[in-house]
């Protein structure tokens, strides 16, 4: 397999054809991902399928090199621990080949401690490693960036391939001069002034080339732009960055000469080196061909002029865009505010918002770098004079910005067209804040409506929970907990996570809360932890929804001194001793609604005074941070809080969640204690939930 993917690099097909199953380069690239367990191709293919790129699944190294020979992908997600042809053995011979040894290659590996693994597997060309098991917002992150860079990379080379073509193509003579005038580079054009072989010019100095008496007019214009680059280093903008031209003579190989204008510009250097140089040479020797070679430099420099404007242009609108990206309404309207003021130099700036919910519109006030709320239309300044843009969307005004012009002062066509194209930009903007903000309060008020009001009377607990909501803009989590009294005097208690985010998850969640309940509650309370899992597994996998969740569910006896609990791709629960000790109930399975599993229970002791902590990852997870960290803090935090439930939780959520936490996801938790000296009376615990919900819009301007 290694010899025939070897011998067929330079049998594939180029960038300028057309792939074998009918790939152009119109097309997006797929990313292929190679695993000998079906299962996880199966999950690696749900993770990835909102990216949009076609995948493509490999259960061995070997077809994964047969893939390689038949087409190109974008990125190669390979296990590194596979039986005959390993991921290392398999990406050495993806690298040995001309054509694939570009492609990013991630590694994926179950191996948290093996750093000789790591380093082979950086050795033979990887970019990354992703351990097992994942979290599928970093997979899907860090396979749109590689993917994305290896296009980039392509469409790098190609326009590298076309700008050499142009310049060796082109009619009229060039050469690339380095710090020491001497010709890197020439192209046949140049060659055939001269009447020589092109390779016979390198290395050669250029004043050499020309007659004695032009020698020193040709120095004069070379210095002139290495003066201007020397310029420019030292104060950018300070030095006229035009082309020099100047008439001389070139000798050619038989001793004639020709009259040609070398039109000398610089090129961006490297860093630390003197700036090389690109000398084009326009044959004079005919005076319609001088004609023609001038009005084609107009041109030139013309679209050259116009390009740049264009892009200027357009990187001015990309990064406004972008500033207002994923941003809640306040927060657009006030860097709209911001950056239209200090963009069109006014004085001052108002954003009217038209609400159809409120009485009064919103009104934001840009003046001297800040951007406050204000309550009604301010007067114009004196002398200055007002420029109105609307913001409508289907003809229907949403907006009006009003810009105060100083005294004097008025747009240019360019200026309004800008502004414009801006506001053009803004709407959407505002839009898409608006729709996101009321879709928000939907799955928020979804939420609140789907988990307990209350937690339940049981005896011999106590119980205290919490939720809150992670700060996402529109999108809602499908974090829940339950509780609820089982035969026995016994006490079922859950915590789970719906994978996504948005009005979907939250509706799953509140399914398979009252789902897991009635499984739990059936046969007279009796199933075990892991038979609850078991059914409520195949429930969801019978709605085809394709919807992935972890669970942890927990039985407690006090009276028997026992908990069972089952385990479906959750973080395990922390158990407290009475004497602060703590562990973790380590024992479960894999994550849930992808493949039909039995669900093994797992049990423990558990006397008076200890306590049960159960919480989703949001608890514990920290950007940046190893997920073994989070766990070490919980632990710590858990052995110094207070005994009662109500207290431990506000304890726990002070330790970890400092108050400018910037949560990136839902935090949940749940609190049983066993009580030592059971009360001769029931006991209630109050409210069952304590939920975060963001301000509206109005309290955050």
Do not use: C
């Amino acid at each position: 397999m290694a010899d025939a993917f070897t011998q067929a690099a330079d049998d594939g097909w180029t960038d300028g054809g057309r792939a074998p199953g009918g790939l152009t380069l119109a097309d997006p690239l797929p990313i292929l991902l190679v695993d000998d367990h079906p299962e996880n191709l199966r999950t690696l293919e749900a993770v990835l399928e909102p990216l949009g790129y076609p995948l493509e699944s490999a259960g061995s190294g070997a077809e994964a090199l047969r893939k390689l020979l038949e087409r190109d992908f974008a990125l190669i997600l390979l296990d590194v621990r596979m039986p005959v042809l390993d991921g290392l053995e398999t990406a050495a011979l993806i690298k040995g080949r001309a054509r694939s040894r570009d492609v990013p290659i991630v590694f994926l590996t179950a191996s948290r401690s093996d750093l000789g693994e790591v380093l082979r597997g950086y050795g033979v060309g990887a970019v990354d490693f992703v351990m097992k098991p994942f979290d599928p917002e970093l997979l899907r992150s860090k396979v749109a960036v590689f993917a994305a860079l290896e296009g980039n990379r392509r469409a790098l080379k190609r326009s590298e391939s076309f700008l050499r073509g142009a310049f060796e193509a082109a009619p009229i003579g060039k050469t690339v001069l380095d710090g020491d005038r001497r010709i890197v580079r020439s192209n046949p054009a140049f060659a055939g002034l001269l009447r020589r072989r092109a390779e016979s010019l390198a290395g050669v100095d250029v004043a050499e080339l020309a007659h004695e008496e032009d020698r020193d007019a040709l120095a004069a214009a070379l210095e002139r732009i290495a003066a201007r680059e020397r310029i420019a280093a030292a104060e950018p903008g300070a030095a006229e960055l035009t082309p020099a031209t100047v008439d001389v003579r070139l000798l050619t190989s038989d001793g004639g000469a020709v009259w040609v204008e070398a039109v000398v510009s610089a090129i961006e250097p490297e860093e630390h080196a003197s700036p090389p140089m690109l000398v084009q040479w326009v044959d004079l020797t005919a005076r319609r061909r001088v004609e023609q070679a001038r009005s084609e430099l107009v041109l030139e420099q013309a679209a050259r002029l116009q390009a740049e404007a264009v892009a200027e242009r357009l990187t001015t609108l990309q990064q406004f865009s972008d500033a207002l990206d994923s941003l809640s309404l306040p927060r657009v309207l006030a860097e709209l505010a911001g950056r239209l003021a200090e963009r069109f130099g006014a004085e001052r700036l108002e954003v009217e918002l038209r609400q159809e919910d409120q009485e009064h519109p919103l009104i934001l006030r840009a003046e001297g770098g800040e951007v406050r709320r204000a309550t009604d239309l301010a007067a114009l300044p004196p002398g200055a004079r007002w420029h109105e843009l609307t913001l409508a969307i289907q003809r229907s005004t949403i907006a009006t910005v009003r810009l105060a012009l100083a005294p004097g002062r008025a747009l240019g066509a360019d200026e309004a067209a800008l502004l414009e194209e801006l506001g053009e930009r803004a709407v959407l903007a505002i839009r898409r804040a608006q729709l996101h903000e009321q879709e928000r309060r939907i799955a928020e008020e979804l939420q609140r409506g789907l988990l307990p009001a209350r937690l339940p009377d049981v005896a011999h607990v106590e119980l205290a929970a919490h939720y809150q909501a992670a700060g996402l803009g529109a999108e809602a989590g499908g974090d829940w907990y339950d509780a609820f009294a089982l035969p026995g005097e016994r006490v079922g208690i859950v915590v789970g996570d719906v994978t996504g985010r948005g009005i979907k998850a939250a509706s799953t969640m509140g399914q398979l809360r009252s789902v897991t309940r009635a499984f739990a509650l059936g046969d007279a309370g009796l199933r075990s932890a892991g038979e609850v899992l078991t059914r409520l597994n195949r429930y969801q996998l019978a709605q085809a929804e394709m919807e992935m969740f972890s669970v942890l569910y927990a039985i407690v006896d006090p009276r028997g001194g026992w908990v069972q609990w089952a385990s479906g791709g959750h973080p395990p629960a922390l158990l407290r001793t009475r004497a602060r000790e703590v562990r973790y109930l380590e024992g479960g399975n894999e994550l849930m609604g992808i493949a039909d599993v039995v669900y093994d229970s797992h049990e423990a002791a558990v006397a008076g005074d200890d306590t049960l902590i159960l919480y989703s990852d949001g608890l514990i997870e920290r950007r940046g941070e190893v997920l073994d960290a989070g766990f070490a803090r919980l632990a710590e935090a858990a052995k110094s809080g207070p005994d009662a439930p109500q207290a431990l939780r506000r304890h726990l959520l002070t330790r970890m969640l400092p108050e400018d936490a910037d949560l990136h996801d839902d935090v949940t938790a749940m609190l049983v204690r066993v009580l030592r000296h059971p009360p001769t009376g029931r006991r209630r615990t109050g409210p069952g939930r304590e939920t975060t919900i963001r301000s509206s819009f109005l309290d955050q301007a």
